[in-house]
C-alpha cells in the first residue's frame, strides 16, 4: 500500500511535469537501525506520553504548524497517536494515527496518520524524559529519496544540550540541520483547548 500511495504521488508529479520538492537525488543514509531497535524495543513504553514538536525539516504532510502536541498511548505492541495544534489559517485541528512495528520485519517503527500513508518511523536518540529525534526516509527507484526529521520535547521548550544532542544524531547520518525549522510552542499556544479537541 505504502508503495502504491508513493507511485501515485510520483505518478501526478510527472504528469504535471514536475518533481516535489521533498522528492531529491540521492538514496536514503545508512543507520544501523539493528543496533537502535534492539536498544528501544524494551523501552517503548517509557516513550509513551506527551511529546511537543520543537523542530522538524520541511514536511507537506504536516498539516499542524504550531503548537503541536502529540499524545502517544502504548498499548504493548503500538502506539496510537493524538496530534493537535494550529493550522497554518489559525484553526485548531486533531489528527490520529499509530505508530507500530513495521510489518515487513524491518528493524524500526513505521508512523501511520489519517490521509496519509505508513512511513519509516526511526528513533535516532532519546533519553525518553527529555527529547527524541525521529527521522523518516523513503528510497524511491532512479536514485531519488525523501527524507523528514523532527526533534520532540516532554515540555514546549527544550535545553540546548539536548538541541545539540539531535543535532550531533542527525549529522552522523549526514542531515543538514539547517534543514530545521523551529515550531512555535509556548505562551502563544493553548494547550488547554487542544486537550478538548
Known sequence: MQSLSILLVLVAAVAADKIPDFVVPGQCPAIDENKLWSEQVPNHANYAGVWYEFALTNNPYQLINKCVRNEYTFDGKQFDVVSTGVTADGSLLKRSGQVYANPLGEPHLSIDFENSFAAPY?????????????????????????????????????????????EAAFRSINVDTSRFTKTVQGSSCNYDDQKTL
Open 122 to 166: 526511526v528513533i535516532l536518540d532519546t533519553d525518553y524524559t527529555n527529547f527524541a529525534c525521529v527521522y523518516s526516509c523513503i528510497s524511491y527507484n532512479f536514485d531519488y529519496h525523501s527524507d523528514f526529521a523532527f526533534i520532540f520535547t516532554r515540555s514546549p521548550s527544550l535545553a540546548d544540550k539536548f538541541v545539540k544532542r539531535c
